[in-house]
């Protein structure tokens, strides 16, 4: 077997992987999307406007990084590799929803502190990432 063989079978195989990937995130996503719309009722029905709004921004900011998760790996046929900046995007989402759902805790000042210094960071990453971007290096 020559090593073109093994490296199509190789790419074929990452394709079908990353196809199967795709199709269970947007199959997450429609159900996240229908299961939100679902419980916006519950915004109403929640003891305090507070918790059902915070429910809801839950769920909206999973369905964002779920999205963005979606739209990396198709970047990924797209570019035929993984682009930095969306990473950091999906990490950013990610970052935002842990600290909203850590407010519904006791937190200190330092754990909010500690946590938007992270995402302070992965903002700042993302602009670099797109600022020395191979595609503006080119230009």
Not at 19 to 34: D, E, H, S, Y
Not at 42 to 50: F, K
Not at 65 to 73: M, W
């Amino acid at each position: 077997m020559s090593q073109e063989r093994l490296v199509r079978f190789f790419r074929l195989g990452v394709q079908a992987v990353f196809n199967l990937a795709i199709l269970a995130l947007l199959l997450g996503l429609f159900v996240g999307v229908a299961r939100t719309f679902l419980e916006l009722g519950l915004t109403l029905s929640e003891p305090t406007v507070r918790l059902g709004l915070k429910e809801l921004i839950t769920n909206v900011l999973s369905l964002v990084v779920v999205l963005e998760l979606v739209r990396a790996f198709v970047e990924y046929f797209e570019f035929e590799r993984v682009r930095l900046e969306v990473l950091l995007e999906v990490g950013v989402a990610l970052a935002l929803r842990e600290l909203l759902l850590l407010f519904a805790e006791r937190v200190g000042g330092l754990d909010v502190f500690l946590w938007s210094l992270g995402i302070l960071a992965l903002v700042v990453g993302r602009t670099l990432a797109v600022y020395y971007s191979p595609e503006r290096r080119k230009a």
